[in-house]
């Protein structure tokens, strides 16, 4: 559920900052409004996460220190270890140019390609995430 919000939050942030013109009223109530749903939308699903934590039998388990964490993801992947992103773009540029062109034509299966493999998340990704580092 991330993942649609998190593109639809991208495409209107691109979509504003590229867009040329003058800006009018309308265009801006209108990003502010997709914005504040997407707020709204974020705020629910916390509300519903909580709810579902204060339910008898929710199971946490936060008590493997991180670096067993890591490891069992690794051995769940499996794979090899990765020093870069498989699918990489040349530059930042050229990954908006890819990303705009891909929302541009509605092309769905282009904009899957942007996604990272648990593997490349679990090697690339995850180690530099503050949630990494205390206070956990």
């Not at 939050?9 to 997709?34: E, H, Y």
């Not at 993801?73 to 050229?94: K, M, N, T, W, Y």
Request: aromatic share 6%; charged share 20%; glycine share 4%.
């Amino acid at each position: 559920m991330r993942l649609p919000l998190l593109v639809l939050t991208s495409v209107l942030l691109l979509c504003a900052a590229c867009s040329s013109g003058p800006k009018d009223a309308a265009g801006t109530i209108a990003i502010a409004s997709s914005l504040s749903a997407a707020q709204a939308d974020s705020v629910a699903r916390a509300r519903q996460d909580s709810t579902n934590r204060a339910q008898p039998g929710y199971i946490v388990d936060s008590i493997l220190p991180i670096e067993e964490d890591v490891r069992r993801f690794r051995a769940a992947v499996g794979g090899i270890a990765v020093s870069a992103l498989a699918e990489a773009a040349p530059s930042r540029d050229a990954l908006v140019a890819q990303f705009a062109a891909a929302v541009s034509e509605r092309d769905s299966v282009a904009l899957r390609s942007f996604a990272i493999s648990p593997r490349e998340f679990i090697d690339l990704v995850y180690p530099s995430s503050p949630y990494t580092k205390p206070p956990y």
